[in-house]
């Protein structure tokens, strides 16, 4: 027996009984009973989105709902301006590329957050930008970006701002209205706690209007569609919805909403905090700012001397931990911690121990139970339930 | 209580293990155990297909995998034939419009097959054509085309054979490579025996040549990045995957393989005969022909005078079963039996019973039993378990 713990940015553990209403026996989606499901999981996106525009929901990865957001609003040759910190702004470059855009490109450091003076720049000196993207947490190096800055600056403008928070929505306070955020991406496997397979889409009012003067071919993506089935008292989906995950996703909302938006945020700061307390008290160094907002994923530099690669491996097969490594160009520099969604306190204390033992195994100098320490420090002061 | 039964042709019940092997912990997609998970379902999936041809999988509705087809395989202006008939037909038809093909249509009648000889005849008028859109199974109406005679047909032309498989696809024997059929898409929901929420395309060399040179746009359905991280050693998938239906379909595939390939295509024969005598033994008639190879659907003519939406609802309502209703044009006036997938002798029973108590309530004359007798001649003479 090896007993599992998956300490990832995605997909995340997700509750046993979300889990078991996935379980339950598939209903039928032309039928009353899923149009309540789809209304109740609509609502409870809007809850947690914190926004009164419309949410569409597809059965795909996050990057198909990126990719929607691309179609749906970009034509080919508009100007966009996108805002790159890491593996997944690069992921708007590509997919704004494949659709024909004008892409103005800000390249940040990766482990560093976008700098919204530069936005305002850009779109000063191009008036004819359309749309900018950017990440709200950067699921590959932990950053979180300052939406509520970007969004007054785009919010300013015509231009619409298209913010992937895959990895941040439901762990770090991101209300979409008074942001001014126009296009919101997320994922069912973060911190809305099911597993992969769903991906959603909240669309305001100014973004509508791109969308629907846009001529870009769109058919299974096409948000036009998606609104037109998805609303109203008989509302579906346009084309066979992966019930089970939509089952499991109300479940899950149903348990968010217990503990209260508030509280979700609150814990993750603290867990968030706890794991970046417990890195530094290893010695170890933070990949990126100490941001106490920064809490869906906590990225650590690989000590030098130590081969990166191993440290994940040997987590896994020999303690049954799933930790990140780096993606894109950080591989093998940095590891990363998940903890959005279903993450309590011991989840950071199994982590931090497993990667003590782990870096004593490779050879490194490790001060035993130091990392727990110091992050027991933070986590038993905690105000809210962990 | 109401104690449900899911009779629709999709999405279809699921057995209890495979809900429970989907309810499992959710694991890492980046990780040595995804890679074999992944492996073993291509492996399955190409069982399945009869196929040594690529197969791709992709988080997304059937309809996501339709439009990959057509994203990957057909540039604007390109010729293209559809043999339409019925509403899936149509959704070739939107679908090859969406992305600028040059349609040649041959609309064949709802409930009728499509011609090979017109196939024929329209790739001899139009040798610029590249590729032949047709279903399978048409969900909407019953109808198994005759996919062998249209493969030889259009495999002696420089076209490609794109079939819609979804609802037939592990019900009635399908031969991808032997037929010819160049691009086969499937579903996960149907006669693969899990939730909807994963879709399948298994493609051809000669379909590969066209992909490669195809200059239209697409990201996440790009099949050329799909075939690359999703095949050898260390095969994943290029964005996250649905890994609970991934670990379903895994354990569905495992019970197919253990009925054995030849005897699931029995069992559908058997109960898609059973279903048939039991109407027509009720004295209602059948829409479209009386195929003995058409087994994922018995589509049935509302009676004249009875509402044909009402059937459905009190099916539904009163008796906890669902029954699928009629598509597009035929609304109200037909109503479907799905049986592809895990059904067994009873589902047909049940489904037969509660249309005799249904038909009763609103008013038409019923011999009771009658129905339900004649499918216990048929499925008492199964040579092969129900």
């Given at each position: 027996?090896?007993?599992?713990?998956?300490?990832?940015p995605?997909?995340?553990?997700?509750?046993?009984?979300?889990?078991?209403?996935?379980?339950?026996?598939?209903?039928?989606?032309?039928?009353?009973?899923?149009?309540?499901?789809?209304?109740?999981?609509?609502?409870?996106?809007?809850?947690?989105?914190?926004?009164?525009?419309?949410?569409?929901?597809?059965?795909?990865?996050?990057?198909?709902?990126?990719?929607?957001?691309?179609?749906?609003?970009?034509?080919?040759?508009?100007?966009?301006?996108?805002?790159?910190?890491?593996?997944?702004?690069?992921?708007?470059?590509?997919?704004?590329?494949?659709?024909?855009?004008?892409?103005?490109?800000?390249?940040?450091?990766?482990?560093?957050?976008?700098?919204?003076?530069?936005?305002?720049?850009?779109?000063?000196?191009?008036?004819?930008?359309?749309?900018?993207?950017?990440?709200?947490?950067?699921?590959?190096?932990?950053?979180?970006?300052?939406?509520?800055?970007?969004?007054?600056?785009?919010?300013?403008?015509?231009?619409?701002?298209?913010?992937?928070?895959?990895s941040?929505?439901?762990a770090?306070?991101?209300?979409?209205?008074?942001?001014?955020?126009?296009?919101?991406?997320?994922?069912?496997?973060k911190a809305?706690?099911?597993?992969?397979?769903?991906?959603?889409?909240?669309?305001?009012?100014?973004?509508?209007?791109?969308?629907?003067?846009?001529?870009?071919?769109?058919?299974?993506?096409?948000?036009?569609?998606?609104?037109?089935?998805?609303?109203?008292?008989?509302?579906?989906?346009?084309?066979?919805?992966?019930?089970?995950?939509?089952?499991?996703?109300?479940?899950?909302?149903?348990?968010?909403?217990?503990?209260?938006?508030?509280?979700?945020?609150?814990?993750?700061?603290?867990?968030?905090?706890?794991?970046?307390?417990?890195?530094?008290?290893?010695?170890?160094?933070?990949?990126?700012?100490?941001?106490?907002?920064?809490?869906s994923?906590?990225?650590?530099?690989?000590?030098?001397?130590?081969?990166?690669?191993?440290?994940?491996?040997?987590?896994?097969?020999?303690?049954?931990?799933?930790?990140?490594?780096?993606?894109?160009?950080?591989?093998?520099?940095?590891?990363?911690?998940?903890h959005c969604g279903?993450?309590?306190?011991?989840?950071?204390?199994?982590?931090?121990?497993?990667?003590?033992?782990?870096?004593?195994?490779?050879?490194?100098?490790?001060?035993?139970?130091?990392?727990?320490?110091?992050?027991?420090?933070?986590?038993?002061?905690?105000?809210?339930?962990?």
């Amino acid at each position: 027996m090896l007993k599992r713990y998956l300490l990832t940015p995605g997909p995340t553990p997700v509750p046993p009984e979300v889990l078991l209403a996935a379980a339950e026996p598939v209903i039928h989606h032309r039928a009353p009973r899923f149009t309540e499901i789809l209304t109740e999981v609509v609502a409870g996106l809007k809850y947690v989105y914190q926004t009164t525009n419309d949410v569409l929901i597809f059965a795909s990865s996050g990057t198909g709902a990126m990719e929607s957001a691309v179609v749906n609003l970009v034509a080919p040759g508009d100007a966009v301006l996108v805002a790159s910190c890491g593996n997944f702004g690069e992921r708007w470059v590509k997919l704004n590329k494949t659709w024909g855009a004008a892409i103005t490109l800000l390249d940040f450091d990766w482990g560093t957050r976008v700098d919204p003076a530069q936005i305002a720049a850009a779109l000063q000196a191009n008036s004819k930008i359309k749309a900018v993207f950017v990440q709200f947490s950067e699921t590959s190096t932990g950053v979180v970006n300052d939406i509520r800055a970007i969004g007054e600056i785009v919010g300013a403008t015509d231009a619409v701002l298209v913010v992937d928070a895959i990895s941040g929505l439901g762990a770090t306070d991101l209300p979409t209205d008074e942001w001014g955020v126009d296009v919101c991406v997320a994922g069912s496997q973060k911190a809305l706690m099911i597993p992969p397979g769903l991906a959603y889409v909240a669309v305001s009012p100014k973004a509508w209007k791109l969308v629907e003067s846009n001529p870009t071919p769109r058919f299974y993506f096409d948000w036009v569609a998606a609104r037109k089935k998805m609303t109203g008292d008989s509302a579906q989906t346009p084309y066979t919805p992966a019930v089970s995950l939509m089952v499991a996703q109300n479940k899950a909302i149903e348990m968010i909403r217990e503990e209260g938006l508030a509280n979700v945020f609150a814990r993750h700061r603290v867990l968030g905090r706890a794991c970046k307390e417990g890195v530094k008290a290893l010695g170890l160094e933070l990949f990126g700012p100490d941001d106490p907002e920064a809490n869906s994923v906590t990225a650590v530099k690989v000590p030098a001397g130590i081969d990166g690669g191993k440290i994940g491996k040997i987590a896994r097969d020999e303690y049954g931990v799933w930790l990140a490594g780096g993606q894109g160009k950080l591989k093998g520099q940095i590891f990363r911690f998940g903890h959005c969604g279903y993450f309590g306190a011991f989840d950071i204390i199994v982590g931090l121990s497993c990667v003590e033992m782990v870096l004593a195994e490779l050879g490194h100098p490790v001060k035993w139970g130091a990392s727990v320490g110091a992050a027991e420090q933070v986590l038993m002061k905690s105000e809210v339930k962990l």
